[in-house]
């Protein structure tokens, strides 16, 4: 009687194991259908967002060009009353007695303020030409700041891409003027490359300038007299020129 009913408990046992396993099967088939399920809507909301990004780019990218259109209808409305303005201010700053140096990087700028506006950009105009001018406008404000090494690579990236825009001696200039403090030779190699490079810039009569200024401050009176002479011959009629004048009288001669 033993013996049979152990076979039966056998047969049970592997019929109930059986189950089991059918029962294991089906669950896992259902969580891989709701992974799938889950998965299938990730992508969806995934496809619909990258659209969403897509069309958001391309309307920031149509503002943009907007933007650059205006800047320069801007440009052509606001550069007088800037040219007025540092006119203004350059009066005020005679008469308020500062430094030559000052004075000289003024009366540069509105000498290059004043070609810029007998040569505006009309309104319409290329959109590189707005870059060209924010770029070198941003270097412009570094400089001003203190931030002299941002200002440099600034107008070194601006020379790069527009190598042949009205602000290129003007830029190479300013790079000078951000080495002035710290090292006077690289200011030297860029005053001599805008004198040399640029004759025709009103930067030229402001680079010879500086560089006569430097050797008398160096103590290299032979070589101040070079410079100062040199700018008079060139630009006799500069406002360079009359403080190049006024050099050489102290300096004895």
Excluded: W
Excluded at 139 to 155: D, M
């Amino acid at each position: 009687m033993t013996h049979r009913i152990t076979p039966i408990l056998i047969l049970a046992t592997v019929a109930l194991g059986g189950c089991a396993l059918r029962s294991d099967v089906r669950r896992l088939e259902d969580q891989l259908t709701t992974m799938q399920e889950e998965s299938d809507r990730r992508d969806s909301a995934l496809a619909a967002q990258l659209t969403q990004v897509l069309t958001l780019q391309r309307q920031a990218n149509d503002s943009l060009a907007a933007v650059e259109a205006n800047l320069l209808t801007f440009r052509g409305e606001t550069l007088g009353q800037l040219y007025d303005f540092q006119k203004q201010l350059l009066q005020v700053q005679e008469l308020a007695g500062q430094s030559t140096r000052r004075l000289s990087e003024l009366r540069g700028d509105l000498d290059a303020r004043g070609q810029q506006l007998s040569g505006a950009v009309p309104a319409g105009g290329g959109a590189s030409n707005a870059s060209a001018v924010q770029m070198y406008e941003a270097s412009l404000q570094q400089l001003r700041r203190g931030s002299t090494g941002t200002a440099r690579a600034g107008f070194r990236q601006f020379l790069e891409q527009y190598p042949s825009a009205p602000e290129a001696a003007d830029a190479e200039y300013f790079i000078g003027e951000s080495f002035s403090t710290e090292a006077p030779d690289s200011a030297a190699a860029y005053y001599t490359l805008v004198a040399e490079k640029y004759p025709a810039s009103p930067r030229a009569a402001s680079a010879l300038y500086r560089l006569g200024s430097m050797a008398e401050s160096a103590k290299d009176t032979a070589a101040a007299r070079g410079y100062f002479q040199r700018l008079i011959a060139k630009y006799p009629t500069s406002n360079e020129a009359a403080l190049a004048r006024d050099r050489l009288t102290a300096l004895g001669q």
